[in-house]
């Protein structure tokens, strides 16, 4: 039986979707089972009116995606979390998500499973790296053996990514991902889902 790989997601303009979907596509290709999930809204529409477009994709988005459910996360044999950055650090949006795993966590429901973080950025030095690192943290508490990409694929030395996971820089307007980015997106959709395939198999 193949591994079973959650990927619950934040993407506000799509960029961050575009990642989450090549590293389900790199999770496929292993033969894993793929939920593509995002995460909703914590905003009203009126607020969400007062940006050109956000309201727009997000109801895009959330035709395409179902919200992720604790469910979800307890179906998973691993579990890539994404978002944008937020002043180096994750989104509220998936924040509350993750801060609902509280019962997973008591029960210790998500103990032995695979761990990903992915990310995006407008600038260079937009919070990439710390953002993916600050989604280790919850990774741990909830007991998930965190999976980076390290420098153990060819995709990883074009310049794109870090050794944490998969991250994109689009620039305003957005424009990416590049195709390196998608590369080593897919990379970690590879490696998370055979990590996962032999976790679980460990835990029985």
């Known amino acids: ?20 979907r090549a590293i389900a596509e790199g999770a496929e290709s ?21 940006v050109p477009g956000w309201k727009e994709s997000a109801e895009a988005m959330n035709a ?18 994404g978002t944008p950055t937020r002043f180096g650090s994750v989104a509220s949006e998936l924040k509350a998500y993750i801060d609902g795993m509280g019962g997973l966590w008591a029960k210790g429901a998500l103990n032995g499973k695979a761990g990903a973080a992915f990310t995006g950025s407008v600038t260079p030095h937009g919070g990439n790296e710390s953002t993916v690192i600050s989604m280790y943290n919850p990774m741990a508490h909830l007991g998930l053996i965190i999976v980076p990409t ?38 970690q959709g590879r490696r998370l889902a055979k990590v996962a395939d032999v976790l679980r198999a460990l835990n029985g």
């Open 30 to 50: 292993q033969g894993a089972e793929v939920r593509l999930r995002r995460a909703r809204e914590l905003v009203g529409h009126d607020i969400m009116s007062s």
């Open 1 to 20: 039986m193949a591994a079973k790989i959650l990927i619950a997601f934040y993407s506000r303009t799509g960029t961050v979707e575009r990642l989450a």
């Open 64 to 81: 395409r995606y179902s919200e992720p459910t604790l469910e979800d996360a307890t179906w998973a044999d691993g579990i890539a979390f």
């Open 150 to 187: 390290g420098y153990a694929d060819a995709a990883m030395f074009k310049g794109a990514g870090s050794p944490y996971g998969p991250s994109v820089v689009s620039g305003n307007p957005p424009s990416g991902p590049t195709p390196d980015e998608l590369d080593v997106a897919r990379f």
